[in-house]
């Protein structure tokens, strides 16, 4: 079966670099969900996207973006990267319409800022 | 918003044992709760969820109960083995919110 796919697997930037990272959903589902998770830390909420639109914001910082495309991947943008940005970014799909609550997880993209 | 307490953050367990993790969560009106097993550079894997309406769900040698009024729900592993060793996750959410995890538990089962 299809899973969270997430591009790429790893990535190094310098200090003040941009970064974008990538997510393809599980087809039909309807919601995406971005989360940063630091080392021996839980996922922490950054935001989401629910039918291409916004639908929940959690602790995203400024400097970042995202946003979910008409073919439904999404796209986490990330400008003057910071060395406490270095972490393992996890995407999830889900399709609430369909009753499915639990997350798909990708296998997340490590970046590592230097 | 949501609060997810998680206890205990490492347990070791020889094979064969039993092992239990237990959470809290803050928000009443929360009523989906899934556990989420991680491995070494993998993602996330959901291993069982319960919602609000059922007080406790199983399959296979992985169960989960979850206690409304107190507001705390535990995963129990019977007759673990050493491939249950992983960081395990609890979360909660309300509705269509976005999840909120738990800090994570690193169970060791010793052969």
């Known amino acids: 079966a299809a899973g969270v796919i997430q591009s790429p697997r790893h990535l190094i930037k310098e200090k003040r670099e941009t970064a974008t990272l990538k997510c393809y959903p599980i087809p039909r589902h309807d919601t995406v969900y971005w989360y940063q998770q630091g080392p021996g830390q839980d996922p922490q909420f950054l935001i989401s996207?629910?039918?291409?639109?916004?639908?929940d914001k959690g602790s995203i910082p400024d400097r970042f973006s995202a946003q979910q495309f008409s073919d439904y991947h999404s796209e986490l943008n990330m400008s003057s990267l910071e060395l406490g940005d270095s972490a393992l970014y996890f995407c999830a799909s889900s399709s609430l319409e369909a009753g499915n609550y639990g997350y798909t997880f990708g296998s997340g993209t490590r970046l590592t800022v230097v | 918003g949501e609060n997810v307490e998680q206890h205990p953050s490492t347990l070791s367990v020889q094979e064969g044992d039993s092992a239990v993790i237990k959470c809290t969560y803050s928000d009443s009106a929360s009523n989906y709760f899934p556990w989420y097993k991680q491995e070494l550079g993998k993602g996330s894997q959901l291993i069982i969820d319960i919602r609000s309406n059922v007080g406790e769900k199983k399959d296979q040698r992985i169960a989960v109960t979850l206690n409304k009024t107190a507001k705390h729900f535990s995963l129990h592993i019977t007759e673990t083995q050493p491939e249950d060793s992983a960081v395990y996750f609890c979360a909660a959410r309300t509705g269509r919110r976005a999840l909120t995890f738990g800090s994570g538990t690193r169970l060791q089962v010793q052969p």
């Open positions: 996207f629910y039918e291409k639109m916004q639908s």
